[in-house]
């Protein structure tokens, strides 16, 4: 197919630039995603309770992710249904970009309530208010970020190719939140520094940068699913082996040791791998709409798996609140220990967070300026689009409900795990039931949880080849649509 019928192929200056919008979104939203709830009970106290400070902020991840899961709908209704000036994705890299960016930063300008002063409800207010507004902001740019992905192209290897590239680029995104700001954080606070904690993240890193190029490669070689298989088998022993070494150590652990980094390197290796290639499958999912539709509503679907993803981010965020709560966790200043992890001062917080944030803007306007819609709804069809066709499409796509099933589930998983790291370097003066409590945040839950996830992707019925055949009669049915 030529590239007149839309398989265009895609220069490597764009797939980097596309992939940089996703690094630039983990430097802005994950350092909330992972942070904020060793942030809200540790640093920020919610509630100014250290006591119930954990099971406070695993109720406004929950309640405030499961109000965005809501917004989803609403947002991807309206990018398929609007044609901004600058294009009718990328337009919001920057529109609620730099808002996003602004509020991000917000999240961590609060101050401890032990040690201002301040009371209990303003300074749980002051969380809700800037948590669910970040939520919301986030939804405005990656709904229709996600939704460039399926624009630029039809060619499933293209695809394929562009979705590594920019799993890649979300993954040294990675790297600076989860390797690097524990080390900023100490710089600017001026204390030790968490070499273990870095370490271990350092390695586990290593993977979902150098080793998600090959991905394609690896699916031509084993097919799509037996991928899905070996990676989530990989996963499930990675995470066997933390938990258990975790174990034996007690409290004492060392990301340094052999045991912690092979176990990090290999749980990144299957289950980093695989979350980042399932990306690859919504653009697979948007074409199955328009062959059973006859419309490119690229928007919805994004919207839907939004809605999916952040629900496993709900679930996933609360766990580990939860989890401590009912094993008997304890903030340091209830517990009487400062534990060996990630540093609690408030100003170094957001100073770091500051850093992040106007990296994070530079790299989405570049993102903009390297990106271009070719393959979108038309106008006429534009107009038609309501709020209920996603509702519509989730009945109807069966395809689409296994991915929604998946994305929930691997979510939730990534969630948990990655909550919960910061707790597992600082278990000093934390009673033995707290310690198995984040062990079973960090490893046990997400073993679970990767097994559902092999089990659900079983059901997904699309083959590459499949994909190719619907592609080709999606573009067909455009150029006849086109000649009359």
Known sequence: MSEEQGFYKLSWVTKIGFGLGDCAQNLIYQVIAGYVMFYYSDVYVLGGDGTKSAAIAGTLLFAARIIDVIWDPFVGAWVDKHNPRWGKYRSYLVVAGIPLSIVSLLCFAGFTATSTGVSRSVNLGYAIVTYILLQMLYTVVNVPYGAINASLTRDTHEVTELTSTRMVCANIGGFFVWTLMPLVLAVIANEDKPWSMVFFNFVGSIPGIFFMPAIPYIKRAIGKKNMFYLLGIIGIIGFAMIYFIARSVGENIDGQSFGMVAANFVKSVGFGLVTGYMWAIVPEVISYAEYTTGRRIAGIVNALTGMFYKAGNAIGGAI?????????????????????????????????????????????????????????????????????????????????????????????????????????????????????????????????????????????????????????????????????
Request: net charge neutral; glycine share 6%.
């Open 320 to 484: 580990p609140g939860y989890v401590l709560a009912m094993t008997k966790y304890k903030a340091p200043e209830a517990s009487g220990d400062d534990g060996n992890t990630m540093s609690r001062e408030p100003s170094a917080w957001f100073k770091t967070v500051l850093i992040y944030s106007i990296i994070g803007i530079i790299l989405l306007v570049f993102c903009f300026t390297q990106t271009k819609e070719r393959i979108v709804m038309d106008e006429k069809e534009a107009k038609n689009v309501k709020f209920t066709d996603l509702f519509v499409e989730f009945v109807r796509n069966g395809p689409l409900r296994v991915i929604a099933l998946y994305f929930i589930t691997a979510f939730t998983c990534m969630c948990c795990h990655n909550s919960s790291i910061a707790f597992l370097y600082g278990m000093g003066g934390q009673v033995e039931s707290a310690k198995e409590g984040i062990r079973w945040s960090v490893a046990v839950i997400p073993i679970i949880l990767n097994i559902v996830m092999m089990i659900i992707i079983s059901f997904y019925s699309l083959t590459d080849e499949k994909i190719d055949e619907i592609n080709r009669e999606n573009e067909k049915r455009l150029q006849k649509a086109d000649s009359a």
